[in-house]
């Protein structure tokens, strides 16, 4: 294990001294951090969404903004804009909150369409164009979202566009008995200060454990499952006859390219240099669950993306 692989592992491990559970969310933080990747978090409120997201910003040296989504919001708000200045008689462009490394949209559905939209061109290409005049975001720049599944008075559902720029979308339940008392111990007791961390990882070791995650060896025919499990999600009836009629659109090509770097990632954070097929299976849902779009059929049928991805999982052969 190099010593970039080391500290990125022990940030890791840092993550947990702050938060109680929710381990699964901790290691698609750091994999979206080592991607370059955006997260989607969703989750009922107080599960520690907000708390975590805050957390890891802390645990780097980077700029992180929270931006609190709102109906009223505009996208100038987020992207900038012209500002006229009347001592020099002229334009200066004011940054918004997006040119910062570590982005957390906060309740992300409940902004508007125009809103949302304005974070399109920043998701995907990194730049943002106000004005005419198209500038760049930082190299670390990454965006780590929340959204109340449940909650829909005031909301704007993602559209599919906008879904698919996230590269992992992370449901989060309820912790665990002993971790919920925990919860209340250390509530008692004197927490950590996830605000002022006591050693912090510098930002040019995060890019250099990005360039390491890309280096991660992928063999062909790790290649050829992953390729078979996100074609799986536009005919799933050629794996199960009766989900012939469940899935309107499957996952497009981003989703093969996104599930190879997050099983990388996620190799690279078990200590290893090359991915497994486990990994594979392991980062396969929060890939390709907000990239399908669901029939009416399946709805009455009441099943799920999720479903249906558990059933590709146990009928692809893996290598």
């Given amino acids: 294990m190099s010593n970039t692989q080391a500290t990125i592992t022990a940030l890791r491990l840092s993550l947990a001294d702050a938060i109680v559970g929710q381990e699964k969310l901790l290691d698609r933080l750091v994999i979206g951090l080592l991607c370059g990747g955006h997260v989607l978090v969703e989750g009922l409120p107080g599960l520690a969404k907000t708390t975590a997201v805050k957390t890891l910003a802390a645990r780097v040296h980077a700029r992180f903004k929270r931006i609190q989504f709102t109906p009223d919001l505009l996208p100038g708000d987020i992207t900038g804009t012209d500002v006229f200045d009347l001592h020099n008689n002229a334009f200066h462009f004011v940054p918004g909150p997006l040119f910062n490394d570590i ?46 599944p449940i909650e829909q008075v005031g909301t704007y559902p993602l559209p599919q566009a906008q879904l698919d720029r996230f590269m992992l979308h992370v449901r989060l339940d309820y912790p665990s008995e002993p971790e919920e008392i925990e919860i209340l111990r250390r509530d ?132």
């Avoid at 949209?105 to 998701?123: F, G, T």
């Avoid at 005419?132 to 979202?145: D, I, K, S």
């Avoid at 659109?249 to 200590?271: E, I, N, V």
């Fill in 103 to 148: 982005v957390l949209a906060d309740e992300i559905n409940r902004a508007p369409a125009k809103v949302q939209a304005a974070l399109l061109e920043a998701m995907e290409e990194r730049q943002i164009t106000v004005g005419g005049h198209t500038r760049r975001l930082p190299e670390l720049f990454m965006v780590m979202a929340t959204q109340n």
């Fill in 188 to 319: 008692r007791g004197v927490g950590l200060d996830v605000d002022t961390p006591s050693s912090a990882v510098d930002q040019s070791l995060v890019l250099s454990a990005r360039r390491d995650v890309h280096a991660v060896h992928l063999s062909t025919v790790v290649e050829s499952y992953i390729v078979a499990l996100v074609r799986g999600t536009r005919d799933p009836g050629a794996w199960n006859p009766e989900w012939r009629r469940v899935v309107e659109c499957g996952a497009s090509p981003r989703a093969s390219l996104a599930l190879s770097h997050a099983a990388a990632a996620y190799a690279y954070l078990q200590g290893r240099d090359h991915v497994l097929p486990s990994d594979v299976r392991e980062m396969a849902p929060d890939v390709l669950r907000h990239r399908m779009t669901m029939r009416i059929e399946a709805q009455i049928g009441r099943l799920s993306a999720d479903d249906v991805i558990a059933g590709l999982l146990e009928a692809v052969p893996a290598p």
